[in-house]
C-alpha cells in the first residue's frame, strides 16, 4: 500500500486533500494519471497545502458549472432505437458510449466515463441511469430503448406493450383458429 494525497474528491475514496493509502496498481494505472491524486511526499504536502486555495477554487467553480448543466438536463429523456427480439432482449447491449453520443443530440455534451451503468442494457424498455458531471453533482436520466420512435412513445406514455402485443396475438390466434374450423365444416 502506498499514501496518495487526493487532488479531488474520490467516490468511495476520500475528499480532496485526505492522505489516503491505495494499493499500488490503482494508484499507478488510475489515480496518478487522471490527475487525482498525488504522492505524499514532504515536498508534495507542503506543495498541495500552498495551493490548496486555489485547489478548492477551482474544484468550486468546475462544481458550479457542473450544476448549471445538471439542471439543463433535469428530465432529459434519451430514446434509442435498437432491434430486438420477439421477447425484448436487444441485439446487443446499450453502453455509456451511446448513451454520451444520444445527449450530444440533445445539445450537451458528456463523455462515456461520466455515465455510470449498473449494469449493460440489454432489454426494450424505460432504465434510469446516473450521469456523474463531477465528483460531487451527479443527475439521474431515463433511457428509453425502443425498436421504433412509436414504440418509444408509448413507452414514455407508460403504456404496457407486451400486454398489447399479447392481446394482438391472442385475436389473430382466434380468427385463425375460427377460419381453420369454418374450413373443416365446409369440407364435411
Known amino acids: ?18 492522505t489516503v493509502k491505495v ?19 514532504e515536498s ?3 506543495r498541495f497545502e500552498s495551493e490548496r486555495a486555489q485547489l478548492e477554487a477551482q474544484n468550486l467553480k468546475r462544481r ?20 430486438a427480439g420477439e ?15 444520444a445527449t450530444k443530440d440533445a445539445g450537451l455534451t458528456i463523455t462515456r466515463d461520466q ?18 458531471l463531477h465528483p460531487e453533482v451527479s443527475i439521474p436520466v431515463i433511457v428509453n430503448v425502443a425498436r421504433s420512435p412509436e414504440e418509444a412513445e408509448k413507452q414514455a ?12 396475438e391472442a385475436s389473430l390466434e382466434a380468427e385463425l383458429a375460427a377460419e381453420l374450423s369454418e374450413l373443416g365444416a365446409a369440407r364435411e
Open 44 to 46: 508534495n504536502l507542503k
Open 115 to 132: 455515465v455510470i451503468l449498473e449494469q449493460p442494457i440489454k432489454t426494450l424498455g424505460l432504465t434510469t441511469v446516473r450521469v456523474a
Open 23 to 41: 494499493k499500488p496498481g490503482y494508484a499507478r494505472n488510475f489515480l496518478l494519471p487522471s490527475g487525482r491524486a498525488i504522492r505524499a511526499t
Open 1 to 18: 500500500m502506498i499514501d496518495v494525497i487526493l487532488m479531488q474528491r474520490v467516490e468511495k475514496l476520500g475528499q480532496m486533500g485526505d
Open 87 to 101: 421477447s425484448g432482449a436487444l441485439y446487443g447491449s446499450v453502453s455509456g458510449r451511446d448513451i454520451a453520443d
Open 157 to 168: 406514455r407508460g403504456e404496457d406493450l407486451r400486454a398489447e402485443q399479447e392481446a394482438e
Open 64 to 83: 458550479e458549472e457542473a450544476e448549471r448543466v445538471a439542471e439543463r438536463m433535469e428530465g432529459l429523456q434519451i430514446v434509442l432505437i435498437r432491434s
